[in-house]
């Protein structure tokens, strides 16, 4: 059934609650969170404190701010025969409260447009939500969150009418980090699976996502007056950082790859003649090719270092794992979901994420956890921008799943 989706007082509801959430900042710092700072930053307090407080307010008595800044709130089955409710499964609601930081989620001024189908970058009527240019939109995970809590709110509002099972929900700090999941609190989490609200575009379904590791190429040069460089063999770490990135193949950068292609991302490069570093990211959908892809890190270092001189030291970090096979043991879910795509009139599309969730990592905890669409588009930019009708939809998708057997 549609709840949200086309009608109009609960779409204002929405469009209010999330342009009031994304002028919030709550940006995270990738760098405090490789420091192991976490979460990485105080802003994302404020967040959580509105959000605690809004959950408290629908009525929801277990709503807990953990001591690492997750939100996390249960909600009892409003079923009372004991028989009929041990058939809902208990399900965990996710979606992330920070916005990443490679553009500035600060000082966010929302612009509404509303344009027509021939005009809509949906190719429907629409209500398009996107920022100034300024700053990035922060839909991302912003409309994920919109939908969870319009959707809680619906449910609460509609107690008598609408049966659902055990909800469990968590907004996480630092997922744009990485570290979303570093500290999250399984003691408390029950739920027979979760889904994360942190897609894209209307139709989205994701259950499996690249295998991801991080990479440091640290080099080490000889420092010496410039004026006798080539007398005292001035050896530059800047040259071989500079010259290693531009051996990396040209196939394997992200701009060049799609679908189930992986890539090497140089993300950063830093220091100076005596010693620099470059921060990589690797992806890709087996570990037969992230094996490929650290070998390549590893023999251009080496190539480097021969032809210019110093050393070169590698290492990786295991980020994520892709969820694939975890979830290939549990078909049932993606039932469920595909059944509640369709009771919305969303049409479904599987495909990989081409990056990660909270989800991969939870997955590997050992709750399983796919991922659903929230209108959200361009993401990480200041094109992002997020469509209504969508984020509807997908609030629609969450009552329809929790209101399953």
Known sequence: MNYIYNNKEEQDK??????????????????????????????????????????????????????FCYV????????????????????????????????????????ITMPSASESPTGKADTIIHSDGTTLLGADDKAGVTAIMCALDYLQRHYEDIPHGPIEVMFSPDEETGHGMDKVPLNILKADFAITVDGGDEGELESECFNAYAANVKFT?????????????MINAVTLASNFAALLPRDCAPETTENYEGFIAPMEISGSIESSQIELLLRAFNIEEIDKQKKIIQDLAQKVVSEYGGSSEVSFKEQYLNMKEKMNEHPEIMEKLRKAYKESGVEVREQPIRGGTDGSRLTQLGIPTPNIFTGAHEFHSRNEWCSLNQMSKAADVIINLLSER
Request: net charge positive; aromatic share 8%; charged share 35%.
């Open 72 to 111: 996390v709130a249960k909600i009892d089955s409003n079923i009372e025969d004991a028989e009929e409710r041990k058939k809902y499964p208990a399900i965990l609601l996710m979606a992330h409260m920070d916005t990443v930081d490679e553009v500035t989620g600060k000082n966010v001024k929302p612009v």
């Open 221 to 233: 040069g000889k420092a010496c007056h410039t004026g006798s460089a080539k007398k005292e063999k």
């Open 14 to 67: 929405m469009l209010e609650r999330f342009c009031r959430y994304v002028k919030i900042w709550s940006e995270s710092d990738g760098k405090k969170a490789e420091e192991g700072v976490f979460p990485s930053t105080e802003r994302q307090w404020d967040f959580a404190k509105i959000l605690v407080k809004e959950l408290r307010n629908l009525g929801t008595r277990n709503v807990y701010l953990t001591d």
